[in-house]
């Protein structure tokens, strides 16, 4: 089986890769352009597989991402390429615009170029696979409910309203072109080779270095918390064996107030890393509350139960074993993420749950 993966070089995507090339025997082309959020570092542990390929190619360049999906001819396309991170959406939205929008139109207008020349069996096998977000949803506040495949649309940030619009464009060719898409929702990831503009990196690693672990408002926003390795799985499940014109919510029945999630990463730290604290008692006194994020959405969650019912998918991993993971990984892991940090990304503006 061969499976293109737009975004690859990315976090979840990366964490994508890894997993098809270990455990099934589908090649795969990764197609990226490698913004600031893309590494290759991310792939060295299967970079050597005969199975693996890499094009750097701009989903917004319409003829290089033809001779790309035309050329190498896939049974599935998996898109994950995408401006994710919300803060910069405020700042600067127009490149979420352009990527997450038009460049979704391009994948989807070339992939049904492509379909419509395939023989009816392949036709009828062929997915094409678009990975979104949770945040299209809108804001659940403390309303106790949990967003489920029908839950209406009301995104709150330029990213998430960027995400909703490329959902609406795949369902859209789903329905009049009969192309058949599949669309995932899925809750905040974390795990090893993420940003560290993102949360969960960006308080480890500013604790180890005694920086200030900035928290939106009062952190009591809500976020539901899945693995990335978790992510992958359910990912590949869907994509060989989710129904087409299917919707399906992922989500790691982890619902956490983003301070306790940086309460939970300074007790590991306690444990596995006291030997960091040079000047403070402990990593919590680090702790600094800034101004909130504008327009920021007080909780989400997930009902993961149709893939769980449909197609038997749970996460593996808790809330205290993933984090515990991720928390090690980052401590070892400075050969990935210095090169990084020695870059030019903005500490200060960061500290947001996506
Ligand atoms: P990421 O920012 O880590 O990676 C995005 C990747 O896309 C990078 O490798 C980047 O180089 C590439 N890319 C960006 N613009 C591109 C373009 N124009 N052409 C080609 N490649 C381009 O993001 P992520 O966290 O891995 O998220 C991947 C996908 O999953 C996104 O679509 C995101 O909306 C979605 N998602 C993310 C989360 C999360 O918690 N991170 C949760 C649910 C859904």
């Given amino acids: 089986m061969k499976i293109l993966i737009t975004g690859g070089a990315g976090f979840i995507g990366s964490a994508l890769i890894r997993y098809i090339i270990k455990n099934t025997e589908a090649t795969v082309l990764n197609i990226d352009a490698l913004t600031y959020a893309g590494n290759l570092d991310s792939l060295k542990e299967i970079d050597s597989s005969d199975r693996y390929s890499f094009q750097k190619i701009n989903i917004c360049e319409m003829n290089l991402l033809k001779q790309a999906i035309f050329s190498f001819e896939p049974d599935i396309i998996i898109h994950l390429a995408a401006e994710s991170h919300v803060d910069r959406s405020i700042d600067g939205p127009g490149q979420f615009i352009q990527t997450n929008i038009v460049g979704t139109y391009n994948v989807l207008q070339i992939s049904k170029e492509y379909w419509l020349q395939l023989t009816d069996s392949k ?5 094409f696979h678009h990975v979104s977000t949770d945040e299209v949803y809108g804001d659940l506040e403390n309303s106790g409910l949990l967003f489920t495949e029908n839950t209406p649309y009301a995104p709150s940030s330029p990213y998430s309203a960027s995400k909703a619009s490329s959902d609406h464009l795949v369902r859209a060719w789903g329905r009049t072109y009969k192309l ?8 905040n990831n974390y795990g090893s080779f993420q940003f560290p503009e993102k949360l969960i990196p960006h308080v480890i690693l500013n604790a180890i270095s005694e920086k200030p672990l900035p928290i939106y408002g009062d952190g009591c926003q809500i976020r539901d918390w899945l693995h990335v390795d978790d992510h992958a799985e359910a990912l590949y499940l869907v994509a060989t064996q989710g129904r087409a014109g299917e919707t399906y919510n992922i989500g790691g029945h982890n619902e956490k107030k983003n301070i306790e999630v940086v309460h939970f990463i300074c007790s590991e730290l306690e444990k596995i890393a006291p030997q960091f604290k040079i000047n403070i008692k402990n990593f919590t006194d680090l702790i600094t509350f800034v101004k909130d994020r504008p327009g920021h959405d007080v909780r989400y969650a997930i009902d993961a139960s149709k893939i769980d ?13 993933g984090m515990a993971k991720t928390v090690h990984w980052y401590l070892d892991s400075s050969w990935w993420y210095q090169k990084i940090l020695d870059g030019t990304y903005r500490m200060e503006r960061i500290g947001g749950s996506k």
């Fill in 123 to 127: 036709q009828k096998k062929f997915r």
């Fill in 180 to 187: 058949p898409v599949i669309v995932t929702n899925c809750s």
């Fill in 309 to 321: 019912k449909e197609l038997g998918w749970r996460p593996k991993e808790t809330f205290e074993t």
